[in-house]
């Protein structure tokens, strides 16, 4: 059976560095509370100049370098965000011109912080069919321009950043072995953003009122988050004949260390068997999957054979996981 392996890694920051320090001059809110609730301790923000489509394109750069390839090798393109260039073109499509590569297909998906899981296992579904050779996907955001920077519940976790891996298929036991996504609607009022779309379009009224930043319920989520966690990692295990002491590592969405400490008490899974990331990146989205992972291949923390489960969650409710063979 052909499976999707990752053969290239790459992953982008901006310059800026954000810290709990300058959050004190900006909002009502101190260190001391950050790290305790989040785990968080700086964060990086995109300049002016800077958007999505630029923080993905240079970490598809790295992940294609390190792959071996060229741009003109990628057949289609997959990229997760929430906070895309503009409506149209796409993400996707801005980074295949930009990129070169040649008239590859592409197209963005919305599915929150879970972008990333979303976009890993839809890259791999081509791959698997034979229909494309070598897929690109793509976790971009610059979600502190959805930031409302008075708002002390949501500015300490949100930051920017981009991830990438370039999939290829391969037979040799290695890859994605199963990939599991969900989705529950009823929860979307706890993490979203009224504003921007059809319903609130752009108006004096929406920018007055800060419809075009994200709102959370931060004690629900938590609560949801974890068990989205827990269940769907318990499921993606048990459905492939795993338990969690087969793992070798875990990468969770690096949305705040409590949630992730929590969801990993109730799998069961050692801190050290567990990439965070989050203390230097903060909650960067459809992004920090794919950054967390790359830190892990750049510092050893996953070698060929290893069994890696990576799990995501974001607004909507989406979340999902993917497993696979180093």
């Not at 700086?42 to 294609?64: G, H, K, P, Y």
């Not at 969690?244 to 400490?261: G, K, S, T």
């Not at 567990?274 to 459809?286: D, H, I, P």
């Amino acid at each position: 059976m052909t499976r999707a392996k990752i053969i290239g890694v790459g992953a982008y920051a901006p310059k800026r560095v954000l810290t709990n320090a300058d959050l004190e001059k900006m909002v009502d809110t101190d260190d001391a509370w950050i790290v305790q609730r989040t785990g968080i301790r700086e964060r990086r923000i995109v300049d002016e100049n800077e958007s999505t489509s630029d923080l993905a394109i240079r970490a598809a750069q790295q992940a294609i370098e390190r792959a071996n390839l060229v741009p003109e090798d990628i057949e289609f393109i997959v990229v997760g965000t929430t906070t895309p260039d503009m409506f149209f073109p796409s993400v996707g499509n801005i980074v295949q011109h930009r990129l070169g590569c040649g008239r590859a297909g592409s197209v963005d998906m919305l599915a929150a912080c879970a972008g990333s899981v979303y976009s890993l296992a839809t890259g791999a579904q081509f791959i698997q069919t034979g229909k494309y050779r070598r897929v690109l996907c793509i976790g971009a955001e610059a979600l502190s321009r959805i930031t409302d920077f008075t708002d002390r519940g949501t500015c300490i976790l949100l930051a920017d950043a981009a991830g990438a891996v370039v999939l290829e298929g391969t037979e040799d036991g290695s890859g994605i072995i199963d990939v599991d996504l969900y989705s529950d609607g009823k929860y979307w009022d706890l993490l979203y953003m009224p504003g921007g779309g059809a319903r609130h379009p752009a108006t004096h009224e929406t920018v007055d009122q800060k419809l075009h930043y994200a709102r959370m319920k931060g004690n629900e989520v938590f609560k949801v988050a974890v068990r989205m966690f827990g269940e769907c990692a318990e499921r993606i295990l048990k459905n492939n004949g795993f338990t969690a002491n087969d793992l070798d590592l875990f990468v969770p969405h690096q949305a705040n260390l409590r949630i992730i400490e929590a969801a990993v008490k109730r799998l069961k899974v050692p801190m050290e068997k567990v990439m965070v990331n989050v203390e230097r990146y903060g909650n960067t989205g459809a992004a920090s999957v794919y950054v967390a992972l790359e830190e892990a291949w750049t510092t050893g923390r996953v070698k060929p054979g290893d069994l890696v489960l990576m799990a995501a969650f974001g607004g909507g409710f989406t979340w999902g996981a993917a497993l696979l063979r180093w």
